[in-house]
């Protein structure tokens, strides 16, 4: 049987060594029962060789045994650092012997980084995030390496590509946003990530021409399911790894309408995320309601984040559903909105942070939001053709509030360097845990005056 390599590195170290993971403490427990073993044999063997006479050649081979040749701190020295090292040896191989039917014999991940995984990210904040796209995406990757308790509540309003065939031919809540998350959160191989995406030549005209594998494993796991969507996707995660969960906002297809500036109505999402001057978007039926276990995984979460994403098009949907938004607004978490870094050439062309924000609070109502996120850094390189601009840092956002004060603002560098585009997933995921253990330290605070 092979035993999982050993990576010896600063990194790893450091992971062995982190409060929590659940190791430490009975390794010092071990110690304990060790040193108590060695402590009797220390006692037995003086008492043995006080009392035994050896003579002849014997008594030569015993004394350097023995190490009487040395001072007794340099013997305790010397048996201590044999000791040790038997010790982490045996420890090691011990461990890895017991852990390799667990663990592939090709894993890159080293032992440490599993167990890390398993027992200390588990203990992390319970994360809920909303909203759709490339955006979702990226902070998902990013929050990953902070906590394993996450939620990602995902638009089902998409209508075209791949997701909008499948959902005229089958009647399905749209999958592409879905699949990107279950990507984005999975612990399965690289290679199953691209899999999942790869998308079959073709533009469409084809019976698989242009569909995503990712899409349509999704729609026969639904099929499999008895046409319960809710529970193909929870399917899907279990199957996949999924570090935490992906949920869809509604388990009923919906279609996205907009009213734009001058009276003009457009249906589709796909539309909608081509024209600008929207002034209200709103779903189609009425009267769909929010998937139980969206509606569930906000009303239990530590914190709640909206975006980043297409404003009107990946964030908007889920914010729609009545029972999402009275969730949010009742929720003691922290809200948490992140503003693009960038507009988006079509719905937010022109979109400054307030008019962004101004727009949330348009359709879900002030107070939904305790904090925003917003981008100061703003000399990212901008790849070629890039049609849209920095997101502007006009604060506060216009219009009445009625009574109800302004979130927070925080700033960070929350950019990719390499893409002004996009936001950078370690910098974000590190900005937002910032603002969480914040807002919840300021709370603990204000709960303990209350009381005291």
């Known amino acids: 049987m092979s035993v999982p390599r050993l990576r010896v590195t600063a990194s790893t170290l450091r992971r062995w060594l982190v409060p929590g993971i659940g190791i430490k403490r009975w390794l010092v427990v071990v ?3 060790e040193l108590c073993l060695a402590l009797a044999g220390a006692l037995l063997l003086r008492q043995v060789y006080r009392e035994a006479e050896v003579s002849g050649p014997g008594q030569a081979a015993v004394w350097t045994l023995t190490l009487q040749f040395l001072p007794y701190w340099a013997r305790a020295v010397v048996v201590g650092l044999v000791g040790l090292g038997f010790f982490l040896y045996g420890s090691w191989r011990v461990v890895g012997a017991l852990m390799a039917p667990f663990l592939s014999s090709s894993a890159d991940q080293p032992l440490v980084e599993v167990i890390y995984q398993k027992r200390f990210l588990s203990r ?6 909303i909203g759709g796209g490339t955006g979702l995406s990226t902070l998902l990757r990013g929050v990953k390496e902070h906590t394993s308790n996450i939620t990602a509540v995902v638009t089902v309003a998409d209508d075209g590509g791949s997701s909008g065939r499948l959902r005229e031919e089958l009647g399905i809540p749209a999958v592409g946003d879905i699949r990107n998350c279950i990507v984005a959160l999975a612990d399965s ?9 790869y998308r079959f030549p073709g533009d469409g005209d084809a019976n698989l021409g242009g569909h995503a594998i990712g899409n349509l494993l999704l ?3 639904t099929s499999v399911q008895g046409d319960d969507f809710e529970e193909g996707v929870r399917q899907m995660n279990r199957v996949l790894a999924v570090r935490g969960q992906v949920v869809p906002a509604t388990a009923t297809p919906v279609t996205l309408h907009a009213r734009l500036s001058d009276g003009t109505e457009v249906t589709g999402q796909s539309e909608i995320a081509r024209s600008s001057g929207i002034d209200r978007v709103w779903l189609t039926p009425a009267d769909v309601s929010a998937g139980d276990d969206a509606r569930r995984a906000v009303e239990e979460a530590d914190v709640i984040v909206m975006g980043p994403g297409s404003l009107y098009t990946s964030i908007m949907p889920s914010l729609l559903l009545p029972e ?18 960038a507009t988006q050439k079509g719905e937010t062309e022109g979109y400054d942070l307030g008019d962004h924000v101004g727009a949330l609070e348009r359709h879900a109502g002030a107070g939904l939001i305790d904090v925003v996120l917003a981008n100061n850094r703003f000399d990212a390189r901008r790849p070629d053709g890039y049609a849209a601009e920095p997101v502007k840092l006009r604060w506060p956002p216009a219009g009445s509030r009625s009574g109800v004060a302004a979130p927070r603002l925080v700033l960070e560098d929350v950019v990719d360097p390499n893409n002004a585009h996009h936001h950078d997933p370690s910098r974000l995921a590190a900005a937002v845990m910032r603002v969480f253990e914040r807002e919840a330290y300021g709370r603990r605070r204000s709960r303990v005056s209350r009381t005291a």
């Open 324 to 341: 999402i938004a009275t969730a949010i607004r009742l929720s003691s978490a922290v809200r948490l909105y992140v503003c693009n870094v």
């Open 219 to 221: 729609a026969a796991m």
């Open 189 to 197: 191989e690289p290679l199953m990530g691209e899999l999942l995406q």
């Open 124 to 129: 992390g904040p319970r994360i809920v995030v």
């Open 31 to 33: 110690f304990i029962g």
